[in-house]
DNA sequence: TAAAATTGCTAAACCGATTTAGTTAATGTG
DNA sequence: CACATTAACTAAATCGGTTTAGCAATTTTA
């Protein structure tokens, strides 16, 4: 017993297919389709246990109820959590979600966006690695819905965003710092520094020195390259421990780099917060249950993700048409927990 | 200018738009094509950037190459790492993931994968935590290719699988536990128990116990709920801290309720190792660097994904035609850290 | 030089739904 | 009783590719 066809249903009830569609679809009543008809072509569906084929579904309406979401790395815990609440709100809309990981290489993400282009994606969500910002223009030109998160480009303007404050975490947490007493404190970010979010939130940090009357030591700016991120901080921890002023503190400028962090300073057996505080730009569920619990700046993901998901389905619906564009900066959180020490 | 189509192409040439499909499919020199008439159609389609509408060439091929993969929750590391190398590995046949989260639940599952089968996608890898196998039957009834990762159906034969040797992982950890000198020993499980991988390690448990000469007290193999692990095991661990006689070791039986049970511990200010040795069945970048850092059992994350992927995609290839199904148990490895303390 | 083979190409069917523009028969209206 | 309206339904176009079956012109073979 072949998968049932409209055709099937239409000729075993001797009707045409047109109205099989019509009352599966909820229009027979519109179209004057009677009562007893559309029960009988109901029954029958049940029946058959009949599923429209949705590929040709897709081909008429010109939609696949897919988007796709492209992220630096949906193992990195802080995608993965990102992904899940869209995942899920999508499903509301009735969309699925296809992912892809760029490794933070322009090339690949460029290529994941033609490819989920041509695969017809209803729309996009982007945490955007690219430099050359050519394909993200080619979408916004052809009108194709889509919506950054995590990361902009404040060089393109009218395009959706969802971010988060990242000048003003990074300022917050370095505030706590230099209040506590710190005045040597280390600033271990990330390659490539183009990415907004890495940019805003090297300026939060070395804005938080001067307005703390603290001279800025570019030193004390590390960036690690992103593709060798253990072995990079270890190396420049060594470094700034060894530097002229003892630094007394760290901001680690992402969840990974913090987690290289507490790995490379138990390896140089420097205990936190006694010998340095710590700070990480992003929570984990960890961060609260290590020895000592790691002070760190929250990111209200469920916001984001609810947010993004509201503005491509409006995006969709209304095809790009000269609807307003979204742009969100929201406040993160400053969670202080064991791992700074007062001085 | 709209999106070029085939017959744009072919229009513009003065050729049929049957020529134009075989050439670009590669068809050109089996079909007789001149090399130049190929050439001019080759130009012509990058100039215009025509790219074939992917949803047209669904329904004609019966095919989406995409699958779809189902988990627990993606937003857990291990599952998220798992999407990971399943993704990039299915790149590599041109293949794109579609993921969804069950939450341990059945009725979610089942309509997921339902969804899945009328969203048309090739093929399934499934982490299931089904009790009712009803949908996997159903799979295996409609030769609908699909791969059980992490946990099976014994009771099913002649489906393929890929899993860890769950029984020996769990068997062999407890018999470091009782090798270095321990005699009371918990295992921290969870429900829901019928889960293959959570049953078998439970019979790893309980065998290594016997093998080792010590007599089962079923009141130390807790089970925990899989909606409320943080307060489960809290719980719990008070109360086997408080039995009659005094347990100085802990199998925990995922990361989940490792994770848990280092939160419960630190919170009742119990000191890991010297008070409670502690395993985890499935290890964390974090183990690692924790202090103390924690001995843990190592599944073969990326043997998995390959062997899945790999299976199914000669699943697909063969539209499920007789081919042999295949059943993996792989080994798992025992990391010895620092949350063990020898009596 | 007629038949066969080859070269180069195409018309039309097909995949399986949705939707437009009608049709037919029954009923209502003036 | 002629005409308009309504109720109930449908034929055919459409989405944009792939593929089957075959045509016409040229070249080769016998």
Redesign the pocket.
């Known amino acids: 017993m072949k998968?049932?066809?409209?055709?099937?249903i239409?000729i075993k009830i001797?009707?045409?297919?047109?109205?099989?569609?019509?009352v599966?679809?909820g229009?027979g009543d519109k179209?004057?389709?009677?009562k007893?008809?559309?029960e009988k072509v109901i029954a029958l569906c049940k029946k058959l246990n009949?599923?429209?084929?949705q590929?040709?579904?897709n081909?008429?309406?010109?939609k696949t109820n897919t988007i796709g979401l492209i992220v630096a790395d949906i193992s990195n815990t802080f995608y993965a959590k990102m992904a899940r609440g869209i995942e899920d709100y999508c499903n509301k809309f009735g969309y699925n979600l296809i992912i892809c990981s760029s490794d933070e290489k322009d090339a690949k993400e460029a290529s994941i966006i033609k490819m989920l282009k041509e695969k017809q994606v209803d729309g996009l969500i982007i945490s955007s690695t690219l430099v050359d910002n050519t394909e993200i223009l080619a979408l916004k030109n052809e009108n194709y819905p889509f919506v950054l998160v995590d990361r902009y480009f404040p060089e393109i303007p009218d395009t959706n965003f969802v971010v988060i404050d990242n000048y003003l975490g990074a300022y917050n947490a370095v505030s706590h710092l230099t209040e506590i007493g710190h005045q040597h404190i280390a600033m271990l970010s990330i390659l490539p520094f183009h990415i907004t979010s890495v940019r805003d939130r090297n300026k939060g940090y070395t804005d938080a020195l001067l307005n703390a009357g603290i001279k800025i030591d570019h030193y004390l700016l590390c960036q690690i390259p992103f593709e060798n991120i253990e072995i990079g901080v270890e190396l420049e921890i060594k470094k700034i421990l060894s530097y002229k002023h003892k630094v007394t503190a760290i901001l680690a400028v992402n969840q990974n780099i913090a987690i290289a962090t507490v790995k490379a300073l138990a390896k140089l057996n420097v205990k936190i917060p006694d010998e340095i505080s710590l700070i990480s730009f992003d929570d984990l569920p960890f961060f609260e249950i290590m020895n000592p619990s790691i002070t760190a700046v929250d990111q209200p993901l469920d916001t984001i993700c609810n947010n993004a998901v509201e503005i491509l389905m409006n995006e969709i619906n209304h095809k790009g048409n000269g609807i307003e564009k979204v742009q969100l900066v929201l406040p993160t959180k400053l969670i202080i927990r064991n791992s700074c020490k007062t001085l």
């Open positions: 998968k049932p066809k409209l055709e099937d239409a001797g009707v045409s297919k047109t109205l099989v569609s019509l599966l679809n229009h179209n004057g389709i009677k007893e008809t559309q009949y599923k429209p084929n590929m040709a579904r081909l008429r309406l010109g």
